[in-house]
């Protein structure tokens, strides 16, 4: 069984940073994908970024250039350092873990960002 915890979020000001984190349970960490997802009121879920197993990495378009995602195996631990945030990336930020054909998902963290 895998357990997800996210943490980071918070309120920030148009321009700003925030890191979020993604801390993971388990033993299979190492081989598996990460991915952060988001979900504003009244909207549906979308990836954000992900990164594979080997650190391959992917962004929506919409966060390319502001967003990276990173992961310490070590630590069992995901990140997405948010930087240049925009009132429209407001939303409850959700990590994502496949392995095996399963997927697991933390509780969600709110990011919220005024103008």
């Known amino acids: 069984q895998v357990h997800l915890v996210e943490s980071g979020g918070g309120l920030v000001q148009a321009g700003g940073s925030l890191r979020l984190s993604c801390a993971a349970s388990?033993?299979?960490?190492?081989?598996?994908?990460m991915a952060w997802y988001r979900q504003a009121p009244g909207k549906q879920r979308e990836l954000v970024a992900s990164i594979t197993n080997s650190a391959s990495t992917n962004y929506a378009d919409s966060v390319k250039g502001r967003f990276t995602i990173s992961r310490d195996n070590t630590k069992k631990t995901v990140y997405l350092q948010m930087n240049s945030l925009k009132p429209e990336d407001t939303a409850v930020y959700y990590c994502?873990?496949?392995?095996?054909?399963?997927?697991?998902w933390g509780q969600g963290t709110q990011v919220t960002v005024s103008s």
């Open positions: 994502n873990l496949n392995i095996m054909m399963r997927t697991y």
């Open positions: 388990g033993s299979s960490f190492r081989i598996a994908d």
